[in-house]
């Protein structure tokens, strides 16, 4: 399936070069380049595109406010580009919709990569921007993990651990291995941890696994388990059944 991608960058030569590297790809087509938001937002609605590719500072319709009406508009999926390595951006682009966040200086690969897993229904963030969500994390009170804590209960006890592992990075086959079910089995409870919590795709997954307290950074900056107690508040499902 050929993924259908628009290119939005108020510099020409920025833009076009990002439209050059994708269309290059035998899978993606690049079916419109947008000068500033408000010609992207325009450009989705007409073409319906996979995936919008959105400069964060655009004269005018900046990528932010972009990517608020394709997410509520369209089911266009975004990734946010930037040459700001600025966490208020992060956040904003987060809290948007988008399902990707990825500095100007991202390698030609890693680009290409990027939109084929958004366009597949997964979500990316660049390794540095991870680090700062983290480490934003680290420096918050723990109280505030455990107000948010109810959010969860929601949750059978293996939907739980589903987040546990979304929350440490690993991939759906990963999930399954741990899990010791099949990776059809883990789809399902991942659709229904973002179903149940009202979240749009894995990386706000990830956020609010930190934000209640499933998961705390560890010194190295890694995803821990906070405690047994708060990723398991009920038995664990007999495993056969999963």
């Known amino acids: 399936m050929t993924i259908r991608v628009v290119v939005a960058d108020d510099q020409e030569l920025v833009r076009s070069g990002f439209a050059m590297i994708l269309a290059a790809q035998p899978d993606i087509e690049v079916v419109a380049e947008a000068g500033d938001g408000a010609a992207a937002v325009d450009a989705v609605r007409r073409l ?74 997964d979500s990316l963030l660049a390794p540095s921007v991870a680090r700062r969500l983290i480490a934003d994390y680290t420096s918050r009170p723990a109280a505030s993990a455990v107000s948010s804590s109810a959010r969860l209960d929601v949750l059978t006890a293996r939907e739980r651990e589903t987040l546990l592992h979304l929350a440490r990075g690993l991939s759906n086959a990963e999930i399954a291995a ?9 789809k399902t409870h991942v659709g229904h941890v973002l179903s149940k919590l009202g979240l749009r795709d894995r990386i706000q997954a990830v956020i609010c696994a930190y934000e209640c307290g499933v998961v705390t950074p560890s010194p190295e900056g890694q995803p821990s388990p906070a405690s047994p107690a708060q990723v398991r508040k009920a038995p664990v499902e007999d495993r056969s059944a999963g």
């Open 48 to 121: 319906a595109p996979d995936v919008a590719l959105l400069d964060i500072r655009m004269p005018g319709t900046d990528g932010i406010e972009a990517c608020r009406a394709i997410s509520a508009e369209t089911g266009c999926r975004t990734v946010m580009l930037t040459t700001f390595d600025s966490d208020d951006y992060v956040y904003e682009a987060l809290h948007a919709g988008a399902s990707g966040f990825l500095l100007k200086d991202v390698r030609r690969d890693d680009l290409v990569h990027a939109v084929r897993v958004v366009a597949a229904g």
């Open 178 to 186: 741990a899990l010791v079910v099949s990776e059809h089995t883990v």
